[in-house]
């Protein structure tokens, strides 16, 4: 089993960023990949962007490729998403997601096993 906390959303103006954290319990953080995913209201869950075991690789959504990062310290458990030039259209709840398979990082919110409760991003214009 796996347990992930969201932290750091909140509230900024436009151009502004943040960054998000989550932190994993149970197994081992370096056993999976993880993704970050986002759900504005009334919209479907969509991928942000992923990254591999060991941090090696990354994948991002063409809407937020150039301004998030994602990274990982798997010594303290916790994958980060840093969100840089935010837009009034990235407001929306984030989740943090552990996949079910140890290998690639996937787009799919199928694939991912374990979810965090997610945490409230607004950005105003």
């Known amino acids: 089993q796996v347990q992930l906390v969201e932290s750091g959303g909140g509230s900024v103006q436009a151009g502004g960023s943040l960054r998000l954290s989550c932190a994993a319990s149970?197994?081992?953080?370096?056993?999976?990949?993880m993704g970050w995913f986002r759900q504005a209201a009334g919209k479907e869950r969509e991928f942000v962007g992923g990254?591999?075991?060991?941090?090696?690789?990354?994948i991002y959504a063409d809407s937020v490729k150039g301004r998030f990062t994602i990274s990982r310290d798997n010594a303290k458990k916790t994958v980060y998403l840093q969100m840089n030039s935010l837009k009034p259209e990235d407001t929306a709840v984030y989740y943090c997601?552990?996949?079910?398979?140890?290998?690639?990082?996937?787009?799919?919110?199928?694939?991912?096993?374990?979810w965090g409760q997610g945490t409230q991003v607004t950005v105003s214009s």
């Open positions: 997601a552990a996949d079910r398979l140890p290998a690639g990082v996937k787009k799919d919110a199928s694939d991912y096993e374990y």
């Open positions: 990254i591999s075991r060991f941090g090696g690789s990354t």
């Open positions: 149970g197994r081992t953080a370096s056993d999976y990949p």
